[in-house]
């Protein structure tokens, strides 16, 4: 008996090493998209700081509805990551263009505020009366909706993410299709970088806002503060917008960018991700759409 549970116990895990090759091989001919499932991600401990450049990563949040600066901000001649809102008029054509030009995508997921208007969150927003079944079926569909997307972060969300149930299947939902989760940070008593940290998958947030004030002088000094940041830090988040400050958050970013390279190198999320966290998502297997 003992003889047999251990050949069961090898076969087992042979299975399980052919799955990891298997994986691999198609991580290497370039597999995945959207409407795809993954294997558990790996993460490692943050590397040394003193072996890292000094990273700044913007996140453009609000793409998807032809907001204002959406353009600008797609043609910017660095590297920069679009959140994309799901279920939108430009939802799909953004995330395309946005990735053809080498941008980062990832889902800017509604999710409800302590205040504000409904009608901002947009259509397939997660609120704290859903049950958990249909947590989870929101979010599979706004992954499904966005192509390319790698990530996600919350639009809005300050008592989501202070809610444990619902952000507990929100990270399961992302990990399972490869994702991973930015943290916003619109709450400071926000659970999600504990959660990230206990599933084993990267506590990445927010930084600084570069347009909470509508005006480019505000927006110069904020960008400035994380270009500080990513010095002293060796990495920096940043999440501006397309819409009401738009214009400005665009103009800004594009004259500085010049100014800044020598101090600090654009990339995109999935790239500082992958780099200070050793984060990698298991590669994603095709599903059966039809």
Known sequence: MIRNQAKQDYSVKMRFRMRIFLCLIIAVIGAGGTGVSAMPALLTEPVSS?????RMAIIIDDVGNDMKGTAEILDMPVRLTVAVMPFLPTTKKDAI????????VIVHMPMEPKKGKPEWLGPGAITSNLTDEQVRERVE???DDVP????MNNHMGSKIT???RIMSIVLDVCLERGLFFVDSRTNFRSVVGDLAIAKNMPPVGNDIFLDDQNSKAHIRKQLDLAARRAVEK??????GHVGHTGMNTSAVIRESVSRLQSQVQFVGIGDMVRDVWHWQAAPTLPTDNK
């Open 50 to 54: 003193s072996s890292q450049f000094n």
């Open 97 to 104: 263009a946005a990735h053809e030009k080498g941008m980062d």
């Open 141 to 143: 569909k706004a992954i």
């Open 148 to 151: 390319y997307a790698i990530g």
């Open 162 to 164: 202070s809610d444990k």
């Open 234 to 239: 060796k990495s920096c988040v940043v999440i």
